[in-house]
């Protein structure tokens, strides 16, 4: 999509510190970490946020959900991890192209 920060970085347009990708997702570092390690987990395709996501995302999603673990633990974050997911101006959503943080710090 034009104009879409995270469609600029799956695209290339936009560099970003690329720890995960295959043909469904992309994730990269945070630029602005507020912990020690702070990912995000995006697909590929655009899609605004969860509230905008339909039945034809249960596929991706699943993927990108049974994905996080693993990326967590690539990451170091061996000892566990949380995952956050804003959705909307109201719950603190700046950047609208669906979006999972990963953050923790490594064990
Ligand atoms: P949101 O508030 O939409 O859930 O989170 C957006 C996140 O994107 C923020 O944590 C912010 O630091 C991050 N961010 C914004 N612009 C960029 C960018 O150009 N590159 C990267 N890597 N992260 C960004
Ligand atoms: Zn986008």
């Given at each position: 999509m034009d104009n879409c920060l995270f469609c600029k970085i799956v695209d290339k347009k936009i560099p970003a510190s690329v720890v995960y990708e295959d043909e469904n997702m992309l994730c990269f570092k945070d630029i602005n970490p507020s912990a020690p390690v702070?990912?995000?987990l995006i697909p590929k395709t655009h899609v605004?946020?969860?509230a905008h996501t339909q039945p034809k995302h249960e596929t991706l999603l699943g993927k990108m959900m049974l994905k996080v673990p693993q990326i967590?633990?690539?990451a170091g974050l061996t000892n566990g991890f949380k995952t956050k997911i804003n959705t909307g101006k109201g719950g603190g959503q700046e950047v609208f192209h669906l979006h999972i943080h990963i953050l923790g710090t490594p064990a």
């Open positions: 702070h990912l995000l605004d946020s969860l967590a633990t690539d």
